[in-house]
């Protein structure tokens, strides 16, 4: 590293002059911005400007300028400060004096920092080597505080299947395999179901005034859990009590045992009601029910009966509805076949091999593969995409598919402008009242006892209600982010798509006329377009 270039005054008779010293090596070079501040705080002003610039530009060796007439005074050796924004360092720059002029001392430069209230972190170490080393127009760090250590968030890791979208494998004649899913999330009794990392808060720093230095704020976690769920003593980890399922709601655990039905849901069995996930090994028979908070998975057939779910339900035969069946899960629907029945997924995707005559919804996608792969009669309904291999018949049974329009998503956003209306009603009801106790405070009206615990309420309602509008305003966007997908909404199909078929994507809709082969249809503003795949 070089030395800077630096100046020095020389007091005459015949007037003040300003010697110029260029750098050395690599060290920086004199600023004529840095020359004529220190020039006006001495309050020597009488030169030209073009000449003292082009002196501290020139390299080949000392430069003199004259600055002023003849002045009664000398100039002592000084020291400028200048603090970093964070207030974590102290950078010193030091002048030298004229002759006659007095030098400063170890003392006089801690004594003037404690004038100026920095009180930590004082490096006597770097004034000391100033001192011995005298460079000046350079910058030492002569007081730095202690910064504060960053901490880390909170973290769990989960030791059980979290994800409930995994879809079927598929055979290689193109069929869904519903006899090996692999879905349900089986637990035992003592396994461990998830650990918590606490939250590492981190350390407070100091800055140069002694003033405390917080760590950044951490994500601070706690293990969320409901019933047949140990805690361990340190509250770091959870087990299971029993042999069943575990699930994932939100950011809580659950754990149900599976209730087992060995035969036919039927007059021997009566409607099942569980909370937790159910596995029918035979059929659910007509007018019978089973209502599960979890899984449902059946074995056999169901018939004209009602089966619904707070998760998935997978139906490895099929549903005959006799026109009265209803499968409805809060996640995905796997069945073989669905005919004559609704079917409905609140969250998530349907996926079969054929669908006859029936009435099936599903937030994301409704997808009909296998050998047969052909959606005849009836609505289907899909927020984001319908792909089959057939739509129709040749006849012209009347079959009607809808995407990019879901109806539950719709709902949610009018409920959450709504409840964004209101909270913004009462948030802006409470701020003037607020306004006014603050300024009968700053104008030193005492409040009573009363009054003081009304305002506290205020504050505290307040910073609820405005939790929760940051809340509602995410869950918008998160929502607008959703809706603007669905615009990209499709319907494929795979193989034919006959005349009678009615397809509306959005507010677009169409009735088709003539037979179409290896298509797939999109909305174009006002317009369905067809494109060939």
Known sequence: MGKNGYFRLDMRSDGVYLNIIPEEDEGKPVSIKEVTEYLQANKLTDYDLKTLNAATMDKSGSAEVRVSDPVSFFVNETMTLEL???????????????????????????????????????????????????AYCTDYVIAEGTPARAGKDASIEYFFKTKVDMKPKTNEDGSVDFHDLDIVSAVEKGQLLARLTPADPGDPGTDVFGNKVNPPKVNVLKLQFGKNITLSEDQTEIFSEVTGHAMLTGDRVFVSDVYEVAADVDNSTGDIDYPGSVHVQGNVKSGFSVKATGDVVIDGVVEGATVIAGGQIVVRAGIHGMGKGLLSADSNVLCKFIENATVKSETGYVTSDTIIHSHVEAHT??????????????????????????????????????????????????????????????????????????????????????????????????????????????ELRALSAYVSQTGRSKIIVHRTAYPGVAIKIGSASTTLKSKRDYCCYMSDGADVRTEVL
Request: net charge positive; proline share 2%.
């Open 84 to 134: 970093s924004a964070d207030q974590m360092k102290l950078y010193a720059r030091f002048y030298p004096n004229s002759e006659g002029g007095t030098r400063l001392k170890l003392e006089t430069i801690v004594n003037d920092l404690h004038y100026k209230k920095v009180r930590y972190g004082i490096k006597e170490d770097a004034i000391k080597q100033f001192l011995a080393e005298r």
């Open 365 to 474: 996608e409704v997808r009909v593969s296998g050998r047969k792969g052909n959606i005849t009669g009836g609505s289907v309904r899909a927020g984001q995409l319908i792909e089959a291999n057939y739509l129709g018949t040749e006849m012209g049974a009347r079959t009607e598919l809808e995407v990019g329009s879901d109806p539950v998503a719709l709902k949610k956003n009018a409920e959450l402008l709504k409840e964004e209306k209101q909270l913004s009603e009462e948030i802006e009801k409470i701020k003037p009242i607020l306004a006014t106790f603050s300024q009968k405070l700053q104008s030193g009206v005492a409040l009573d006892e009363k009054k003081k615990h009304y305002v506290t309420t205020l504050v505290q309602q307040l910073k609820s209600l405005q939790t929760r509008y940051k809340e509602v305003v995410d």
